[in-house]
């Protein structure tokens, strides 16, 4: 069990860089593998980044890549992703997500039981 709470979220301009944070409330935080989600208006969920319980490894979706850092700080219990060179395709509400154990990251929304409320991003053009 582990309840998610992201924060971060705003509005910037195009190219502005922003950090996101979720905080997860668990006893066994390093057991679990984390994702950044998000969701535009009138599309499905998709998949942005996620490092894995076990070894730190990472994955992004290919408009994340080199653009988007994710992290995690394990005595804090924070997952991060840093987004830079933001773009307007980029608004929606961004959601953090857990699943318990192993090395995969999976990139389906189905896989992953725990979610955060989620945080508004904005990108204006």
């Known amino acids: 069990q582990v309840q998610l709470v992201e924060s971060g979220g705003g509005l910037v301009g195009t190219e502005d860089s922003l950090r996101l944070s979720c905080v997860a409330s668990?006893?066994?935080?390093?057991?679990?593998?984390l994702a950044w989600f998000r969701q535009a208006p009138g599309k499905e969920r998709e998949f942005v980044a996620g490092?894995?319980?076990?070894?730190?490894?990472?994955a992004y979706t290919d408009s994340a890549k080199g653009r988007f850092m994710v992290s995690k700080d394990s005595a804090a219990q924070t997952l991060s992703l840093q987004m830079g060179s933001l773009k307007p395709e980029d608004t929606a509400v961004y959601y953090c997500?857990?699943?318990?154990?192993?090395?995969?990251?999976?990139?389906?929304?189905?896989?992953?039981?725990?979610w955060g409320q989620g945080t508004q991003v904005i990108v204006s053009s």
């Open positions: 997500a857990a699943r318990e154990g192993t090395a995969r990251i999976p990139a389906s929304a189905r896989e992953y039981p725990w």
């Open positions: 668990t006893r066994t935080f390093n057991s679990y593998t």
């Open positions: 490092i894995s319980a076990s070894d730190r490894r990472t």
